[in-house]
Each structure stands twice: as structure tokens, then as C-alpha cells.
């Protein structure tokens, strides 16, 4: 059942993806929720109720901010990889993410399934990485490169660019970070 729910909802994040993007809220609000989750993007996510025991990919499509990643996702044919792994994290770039690649880049990548796996997968560490881990840290992701990560309180970044715009959240195989930036693996 829970196959069909993830289906149905990447069914309908394709055609949101490539139909336009949604409009990202700036709220200012940055403290820790009730859930553990923080920063200033969480409350644009529009939650729902419980994505705790989701697999990452129905966790994300949960989302409207996710939708273009899970589109991504489907269309790398990674769902599967990444619902099948226990205990990942991803660094899941939002609507504003992708807003900031040209068209051109997104559609060249988008028509190179090789290069768009090389850059999901460094979107992936194979651990779930805490909010204390994110201060200094260096991860290997999926891909085989590092990614990085600096901060302290509630506002991280990746890789000295990207902002953390909301951490912490949940999913049954995953600890997702929203970033506002598509990340890119060294040459």
C-alpha cells in the first residue's frame, strides 16, 4: 500500500515539477519545532501530519517544495536505491534550489541520465548525519566525493553555498535537509 501512496505522489510531482515552480514563504521563524525540525524554510514546507514512517522518497513527495527533486529522482530511476537504503541523509534541494539552475543546465541534465545520477547521489550520505554532526563536518556521499558542512545553532550551510532552510526532518530510512542551492560534485 505504502508503494502505491509513494507512486500516486511522484505521479502527481511530475507534472508539478516541469509545470512551474512553487513560490517559496520566507518566514523568519528559525527555532527548533516541536519535531526537532529548524530554520527559516520549514514553515513554507507545509508538513504533513507525520512523515516519520515513510521511506524518504514518499517522505519528500510529501512536499510541494520537494517536487522537482522527486521528479529527479524518478527520472534518474533512483527511488528505489534510495528507499531501499537504511539510514541516509539527503541534502534535498527545494523549488528555489531549482529556480536558481538555468533552463538549459536543467534541461541538459535532465537529458543525461548518468550525470543526473552523479549529481543526486551527492545529495546522499550513507548515514544518518544529527544536527550536532553538521557544524565541521565532512561527508563521503553516494557519489564518492565530500560534502561539507558549517554553522552552529539553527543556520548551517553545505559546501560554504548552500543553506541548510530546513533540517531535522524525519522519514522511516532518512534525515532530510532542505537546501536552497542544486549541489554540484567536484570535476
Known amino acids: 500500500m505504502r ?20 513560490s517559496q514563504s520566507h518566514a523568519q521563524d528559525a527555532s527548533p519545532g516541536p519535531s526537532g525540525t529548524f530554520g527559516p ?12 514512517r515513510d521511506r524518504v522518497m514518499e517522505a519528500a513527495a510529501a512536499y510541494p517544495q520537494l ?10 530511476r533512483l527511488n528505489g536505491t534510495l528507499d531501499g537504503k537504511p539510514h541516509i541523509t539527503v541534502f534535498a534541494p527545494n523549488a528555489q534550489a531549482f529556480q536558481k539552475v538555468t533552463a538549459s543546465q536543467l534541461t541538459s541534465l535532465l537529458g543525461n541520465q548518468g550525470q543526473l545520477k552523479k549529481v543526486l547521489t551527492y545529495h546522499v550520505v550513507n548515514k ?12 563521503t556521499t553516494v557519489e564518492g566525493s565530500k560534502l561539507t558542512t558549517s554553522g552552529s545553532g539553527t543556520t548551517f550551510k553545505v559546501n560554504g ?3 541548510i532552510v ?3 526532518i524525519k522519514a522511516a530510512n ?11 560534485p567536484p570535476s
Do not use: M, W
Not at 128 to 139: A, K, R
Not at 174 to 181: E, L, W
Open 128 to 139: 544518518q548525519i544529527t544536527p550536532n554532526e553538521l557544524s565541521h563536518g565532512s561527508f
Open 41 to 52: 524554510g520549514c514553515s513554507a514546507l507545509s508538513q504533513k501530519a507525520n512523515t516519520a
Open 3 to 22: 508503494t502505491a501512496k509513494a507512486t500516486a505522489a511522484v505521479l502527481v510531482a511530475v507534472p508539478l515539477a516541469f509545470g512551474g515552480l512553487a
Open 166 to 168: 530546513c533540517g531535522n
Open 161 to 163: 553555498k548552500a543553506n
Open 174 to 184: 532518512a534525515t532530510i535537509y532542505v537546501v536552497d542551492a542544486v549541489l554540484q
Open 67 to 76: 517536487s522537482q527533486l522527486v521528479s529527479a529522482v524518478v527520472r534518474a
